[in-house]
T-cell receptor
Framework: ETGVTQTPRHLVMGMTNKKSLKCEQHLGHNAMYWYKQSAKKPLELMFVYNFKEQTENNSVPSRFSPECPNSSHLFLHLHTLQPEDSALYLC????????????????FGPGTRLTVL | GQNIDQPTEMTATEGAIVQINCTYQTSGFNGLFWYQQHAGEAPTFLSYNVLDGLEEKGRFSSFLSRSKGYSYLLLKELQMKDSASYLCAVKDSNYQLIWGAGTKLIIKP
């Protein structure tokens, strides 16, 4: 257990559905991240929240919409996804970047395995 | 562009030693991480290097050469439970993590 939980663990949805992924951390961290992990590809950073404010949006399509109501919770709202969006979606948290001298280890949740039909 | 290279897959024998290499080209350097990820599970932190040299932590060691843009993770006395993917990541000048695609390590009896 890393202290970061994600629900659901598995999700199958059609291209016209709307669903949300949830992430929760109990580590007292102030930075939270969404990553996409596809087979044999590097982790792709999607969004970063620092003290509930979005600080990074790495050219993610608008069909992915993040929400961070407080420093412990992070959501990823999904709508009209495409089959190529099928992947493992990982949430992570860390002490807020940057902190020179600290290595700001990221703690990951187990991920949501998403399949878009 | 920024790039992290590591082998896609490696196979080793239980009880043996394996070295997983990682080379990087990034805009700036503020440390290199190794993570372990078992299938269907979260990546978990293994090691961090920011200065040149070897960091040892039990059966696992990590080495860094900043001048060569090179690191390796050394796993000794391999156990079946070490079968996993090993992810190399570099923190760039903006303190963002740049990730490699991971090395899948298969341990055979």
């Amino acid at each position: 257990e890393t202290g970061v939980t994600q629900t659901p663990r598995h999700l199958v949805m059609g291209m016209t559905n709307k669903k949300s992924l949830k992430c929760e951390q109990h580590l007292g961290h102030n930075a939270m991240y969404w990553y996409k992990q596809s087979a044999k590809k590097p982790l792709e950073l999607m969004f970063v929240y620092n003290f509930k404010e979005q600080t990074e949006n790495n050219s993610v399509p608008s069909r992915f919409s993040p929400e961070c109501p407080n420093s412990s919770h992070l959501f990823l709202h999904l709508h009209t996804l495409q089959p190529e969006d099928s992947a493992l979606y990982l949430c992570a948290s860390s002490p807020p970047p940057p902190s020179a001298g600290d290595y700001n280890e990221q703690f990951f949740g187990p991920g949501t395995r998403l399949t878009v039909l | 562009g920024q790039n992290i290279d590591q082998p896609t897959e490696m196979t080793a024998t239980e009880g043996a030693i394996v070295q997983i290499n990682c080379t990087y080209q990034t805009s700036g350097f503020n440390g290199l991480f190794w993570y372990q990820q078992h299938a269907g599970e979260a990546p978990t932190f293994l090691s961090y290097n920011v200065l040149d040299g070897l960091e040892e932590k039990g059966r696992f060691s990590s080495f860094l050469s900043r001048s060569k843009g090179y690191s390796y993770l050394l796993l000794k006395e391999l156990q079946m439970k070490d079968s996993a993917s090993y992810l190399c990541a570099v923190k760039d000048s903006n303190y963002q993590l740049i990730w490699g695609a991971g090395t899948k390590l298969i341990i055979k009896p």
